[in-house]
């Protein structure tokens, strides 16, 4: 297949990348059908409960996709993927069954529900991450617009197909769809010959220490923490809509589960025709231009449909819906893929869908609360509200172009030179870098330091500080703490960005000529015997361990 480096569609030229695409869009249309099957099957309940099968597909997102993060970052993805397959495939046979038996009761369809979610939160982290494995770094934001096509193609053709099959020949058919449509994914995952590539983790770091590490990274990473700003005002007043749509279709259009699934056609239309618009929207309006520019569209929609308009206009309202959606969602996505380095890409993208999902996830029994109380047309009113107030929050706090940020790998540390080999969790250790810079830098070189101080804590730093020396002011001290000995190597070698390299060299440049850093490593002296010069203990033999590392 030959495509243009920069058309929408380049990245299916990567035959692994194109492979995957397909049999998502064949799962992602079972799950669409299955969504309408379940929405359908409660839609004769309280709105309340209803909503309830956003939430339950959504919440286990919230809970699990930073342990699926570290599981991403730790292990083989293309295994995490695989295993994530078959657990869902496990979980829709057992829906399928109980629905042909006429025992889905709705606890037990949310609880099910609720399962499925689990296995989309296992998957969700290890399957982003992967992109850069199977396109260049420049299709990024193309990958992320075909994602979205993706889901959307399915929307398209999932939800009006589903609402077919349930008005024709029941749930249970959608169900058993939707659990055949989990083997092609796995099937490719089977074929796929994953180059191996070395992992960079830390050796003895516990599952709890590296889902610390995501959050510390994603804590001290600006431009990170902007898009899960960008993402928290957009989802809430966006989930809206897919919590109150069978609720329209059923409430104030008198649709039954095909006209609902047709609706839910109409979206994902739209969000196919956004994905040929989309670059030629991003060139026009720029980034925070196509995020304010898809609350607005996403906020007439909801105002259109709080009218109780007839049908064709409900439609009609709903295609440029798709589009806002679709411009919003791949801009965020690639925002922050470009902005994360591999060591912690899986964690850090398991925050985003937190943020996501967990918009979502909470929002939908709020909407179902007020539907119930103040009614649909309220519920609707508000979404379109806050909506608004995102966009018009996208000039106070936009998003910051991500040309000049590079993660990309860099190991230029050189190795340690110690007088003894520590143990891997050996630790606490205290690094201090010693800088001599003339008076008239100071400044300069303590607000260039403030980058750097955000880059150690990024890789690890427990805590950081600069100090000037009071007997010799041009002599200033940078100390940082850091867990054990492997994880101060992991910063060494795996973790350092190019980024972290240029934040260095900065504040280098203002060094006093002819003078460079001195590097120095302590260990915590009160959990064991000292070493003396000679490099024995105080009061013993030789030692190739560390002069006071912690056992750990």
């Excluded at 470009?338 to 929002?363: D, E, I, S, Y």
Aim: glycine fraction near 12%; charged fraction near 15%.
């Amino acid at each position: 297949m030959r495509l243009a480096d920069g058309s929408s569609w380049a990245p299916l030229a990567a035959r692994v990348f194109r492979a995957l695409w397909i049999a998502q869009l064949v799962s992602n249309t079972g799950t669409w059908m299955q969504t309408v099957g379940a929405q359908w099957l409660l839609v004769g309940h309280s709105a309340s409960l209803m909503t309830l099968v956003q939430t339950a597909a959504s919440l286990p997102v919230v809970l699990l996709a930073l342990p699926s993060g570290v599981l991403a970052d730790r292990y083989d993805r293309r295994k995490v993927l695989l295993a994530a397959q078959f657990s869902l495939l496990a979980v829709s046979t057992a829906l399928t069954v109980l629905a042909f038996r006429g025992t889905l009761a709705p606890g037990l369809l949310l609880a099910l529900t609720f399962l499925l979610g689990c296995g989309t939160a296992l998957t969700g982290p290890a399957w982003q991450a992967i992109q850069p494995e199977l396109v260049e770094r420049e299709q990024l934001g193309q990958a992320a617009a075909l994602g979205a096509v993706n889901m959307n193609l399915a929307r398209a053709v999932g939800p009006a197909l589903g609402g077919v099959v349930v008005a024709a020949a029941g749930a249970g058919w959608v169900f058993a769809f939707n659990a055949l449509s989990y083997l092609g994914i796995a099937t490719v995952l089977l074929l796929w010959r994953r180059p191996v590539a070395p992992r960079p983790a830390v050796r003895g770091e516990g599952f709890l220490a590296a889902v610390q590490a995501g959050r510390r990274y994603v804590r001290h990473a600006p431009g990170v923490r902007r898009v899960l700003l960008r993402t928290a005002l957009f989802v809430p007043g966006a989930a809206a809509l897919w919590s109150l749509l069978p609720l329209v279709a059923s409430r104030s259009l008198g649709l039954g589960p095909g006209g609902y699934g047709v609706l839910l056609g109409v979206v994902g239309v739209g969000a196919v025709a956004g994905a040929f618009a989309l670059p030629a929207a991003r060139r026009g309006l720029g980034v925070n231009g196509t995020l304010a520019a898809g609350s607005a569209v996403f906020a007439v929609t909801l105002v259109v449909l709080a009218t109780a308009p007839p049908p064709w206009l409900a439609a009609a309202a709903l295609l440029p819906a798709g589009l806002a959606w679709i411009g919003v969602l791949s801009t965020l996505n690639a925002a922050v893929q470009q902005r994360l380095p591999g060591w912690v890409r899986g964690r850090g993208l398991a925050v985003h869908l937190m943020v996501f999902q967990g918009g979502q996830a909470l929002t939908a029994p709020v909407w179902g609360a007020l539907a119930d109380g103040p009614g649909l047309t309220v519920s609707l009113l508000i979404g379109a509200g806050l909506l608004v107030g995102g966009a018009l929050s996208v000039r106070r706090l936009p998003l910051r172009a991500a040309d000049g940020d590079d993660p990309s790998p860099s190991d230029h540390w050189p190795v340690p030179p110690l007088v003894f080999e520590p143990g891997p969790a050996d630790g606490p250790v205290l690094v201090s870098v010693t800088y001599r810079i003339a008076p008239q830098d100071w400044s300069a070189f303590t607000d260039r330091m403030r980058h750097v101080a955000r880059s150690r804590r990024r890789i690890g730093a427990l805590t950081w500080g600069l100090f000037q020396d009071g007997d010799d002011p041009c002599r200033f001290v940078e100390n940082y703490l850091v867990a054990s000995w492997s994880e101060h190597l992991a910063q060494h070698h795996g973790r350092l960005t190019a980024d972290d390299r240029r934040f260095e060299e900065q504040a280098r440049e203002l060094l006093a000529e002819g003078v460079a850093p001195e590097v120095t490593h302590a260990f915590d002296a009160t959990s064991g015997p000292v070493v003396t010069a000679g490099g024995h203990d105080a009061d013993g033999p030789p030692r190739t361990g560390p002069p006071a590392g912690r056992r750990r």
